[in-house]
């Protein structure tokens, strides 16, 4: 008898209803129940026998026998946090044409060059379209396994057999168990797939990279529990119109999160950035208005990036406010304190920020920085070229610390800035980094004065 049953299933949190809402009771999200068909589970004759793991006290483990395994691409390195870890699964999601499966099969690549047995498994591509990619990228494939398969039993029956170190799976919305009901994609099929996959990467210590698609608001496609089940997940990333890439990590069990690994997109596939500020900084001008330039920290590693505002009197009724790579409301924040704390008249003006180079600026620090182009650009008055900006900006004006600020000096004396304007709360008497100056200010009007003049003066008023 077939005690199969339709349920609503919330494709953001995974809540569960027997009818459809408009609105999740479980995330508050709307329009994100979707019917699926949840197949009879297994009665217990029919069950398999389970294999029980014995308990196992702490200090009689060895964490030495889970030893990374390093690629060679030092930038995916970073990003997992020192090399990839046995019986990981990890979960890699972006925009479809960004260049997910050109990097999983340099990364398959990579370990089989390193004398480790690789299966690729694809389920959107034949063996034949995957031979020309890899020919194009100059990889000769030994002990490079590839498998056109979507039936998940099927590739698990063939790894068994294969007995691999790394698996790749392109991607999860396309395997499928055939005893569920659902279309490959569905919710409880990307679930139980994914699930069944841990399952066999912790048995058999291989470790499984999973490429994943991800919707219109850049999340990754299917249920959230996705992202709990797994061990890593990161994000690659990229503007359509630039040749640069961004992995991003946003969870990992065995290392840093929020690491960032940068790659340029040529012909023979994606090559690692060895230098990225300079890359972020390259088309940048001298005096140019409305322009300057912050250090952030993605992850450990600081980068120098550029930040651009316009200030232009609005042809509306209502002002435009428009920020691209920082944070929108982090922008309107700013907006507000010139206009109370400077008398900057900016109800009138439309207001684009813009961070370059297609990195995002989601931490406080590039505050000041953000100022000083709006600054810049309404007076029409260029930032002091070896200028760096480095600050929170607080609703009273004030500029509170922010932390690490010894490794991003550092960085910028490395690509030749040579004035840094930091807050004074940040012990800058016990940081000294050769050829660069410090200089503290307790405010957002005094670095403005000092960014757009270069003299620090109390009577001198710029925007007056």
Known sequence: MDKSRNVYICSNCGHESLKWLGRCPGCQEWNTLEETTIAAPLGRKNAPARVISPAAELSSLNASDTTRRSLSISEFNRVLGGGIVPGSLMLLGGEPGIGKSTLLLQVAASVAQSGGKVVYVSGEENPAQIKMRAQRLGISGEGLFLMAETDLNAILAQLSVLCPSLVVIDSIQTVFLPELEAAPGAINQVRESALRLMQWAK?????????????????????????????????????????????????????????????????????????PSQIFLSNRQANTVGSAVTAVLEGSRPLLVEVQALTNTTSFGQPRRTANGVDFNRTIMIAAVLSKRLSMRLGTQDIIVNATGGIRLDEPAADLAIALAIASSYRDIGVCPETIALGEIGLSGELRTIPHLERRLSEASRLGFTRALVPAGANCQNININGIQIIAVSTVKEAIKLALTGVKTETEDVFE
């Not at 992202?227 to 992995?247: C, K, N, P, T």
Request: proline fraction near 1%; aromatic fraction near 8%; charge should be negative.
């Open 203 to 275: 048995n058999s210590g291989a470790s499984v990279f999973i490429a994943a698609h991800v919707t219109k608001e850049g999340n990754i496609a299917g249920p959230r529990i996705l992202e709990h089940i797994v061990d890593v997940v990161m994000y690659f990333e990229g503007e359509s119109q630039s040749a640069y890439r961004l992995i991003r990590s946003v969870k990992n069990r065995f290392g840093s999160t929020n690491e960032v690994g940068i790659f340029e997109m040529k012909s023979e596939g994606l090559v690692e950035v060895a230098n």
